[in-house]
């Protein structure tokens, strides 16, 4: 598995969504890229942070512009 498969895989690994043999691929890889774990560290604190946030809605005109930001970003 590359880096940039655990990039693509990290919530599927996150919500325990991968099969078998892609989870086990997934571990062998963090077993050798410290990149990777850190990537992972980061991404469970991230969960953890988002998951305090206040549940009140965006004002409009930013959740828009979060949205276009993010479709350009994924082009």
Known sequence: MTCQEIT????????RSLSLRDRLRFRWHLGLCRFCRAFLRQMRTTIRI?????????????ETELLRRFRDFRR
């Open 50 to 62: 988002a998951g305090r946030l206040p549940d009140e809605p965006l004002p409009q005109a930013l």
């Open 8 to 15: 693509e895989l990290v919530t599927d690994y996150l919500e």
